[in-house]
């Protein structure tokens, strides 16, 4: 199965700072979600991006499937955008099965 | 609904009970998962359905475990005989086509076991 690791694994970051997550995968994806967790569990998708670019509002995420690595763009960082921050991918070749998480990174940013 | 449910949002069970957790997709959605959130851990696979195909129990980490999904709705994990080691969150997400679209978290079911 696949493997996803990410980097940094924690952050600190001043309010207003920017900042950019990485996501490498060890074969080729066909899904690949970047995820935010708040302090009280929630999971919230953040982008669907299993290539190309997509942005929302400060957010951005840029995933090259050819080079297995996406990132997430962090601007002008608030302290909501604190918490951990997982990218999940799903293996091409295992049709409809599990989503593999990476360890991820836990963003906090200080006031 | 509008979103992706779960029942109870926590649960407080004793070693050795059986406890059940349901989970409500998002309405028209055919795939569904759970994962398991251990505390300060990334997310571990459980168990997936896709409509009537026979689910993929890969990641069931004992035979304690079990879950079904009735009518291709809703579904229910089933813990026997908790062991204080269950003590997680388990979330629940859900994909209208897990090869086009993302994926649909619940707020997830917190199950301390003492």
């Known amino acids: 199965g696949i493997q996803v690791e990410q980097s940094p694994p924690d952050l600190i970051l001043q309010e207003g700072a920017n900042s950019t997550l990485r996501c490498n995968f060890s074969?080729?994806?066909?899904?690949l979600q970047w995820f935010h967790q708040n302090p009280w569990g929630q999971l919230i998708n953040l982008f669907y991006?299993?290539?190309g670019t997509k942005q929302n509002g400060r957010l951005s995420a840029t995933t090259v499937a050819t080079e297995r690595y996406s990132l997430l763009y962090i601007s002008s960082s608030q302290t909501t955008d604190s918490g951990v921050y997982f990218c999940?991918?799903?293996?091409?070749?295992?049709?409809?099965?599990?989503?593999?998480f990476g360890a991820g990174t836990i963003l906090r940013v200080k006031s | 609904g509008a979103g992706v449910s779960q029942s109870p949002s926590n649960k407080v069970t004793e070693k050795g009970k059986d406890v059940e957790l349901r989970c409500d997709p998002i309405?028209?959605?055919?795939?569904l998962y759970w994962y398991r959130q251990s505390l300060g851990q990334g997310l571990e696979f459980l168990i997936y359905?896709?409509?009537?195909?026979?689910?993929?129990k890969s990641g069931l980490p004992s035979d304690r475990f079990s879950a079904e999904r009735t009518g291709g709705s809703v579904s229910t994990l089933t813990i026997q005989r908790t062991q204080q080691e269950d003590s997680a969150v388990y979330l629940c997400?859900?994909?209208?086509?897990?090869?086009?679209?993302?994926?649909?978290f619940g707020s997830g079911t917190r199950l301390t076991v003492v």
């Open positions: 074969d080729s994806v066909n899904n």
């Open positions: 997400a859900s994909s209208l086509d897990p090869g086009i679209y993302g994926y649909t």
């Open positions: 999940a991918a799903r293996d091409f070749m295992e049709y409809g099965n599990k989503l593999v």
């Open positions: 309405s028209g959605h055919t795939a």
């Open positions: 359905f896709q409509g009537n195909s026979a689910p993929d």
């Open positions: 991006i299993p290539s």
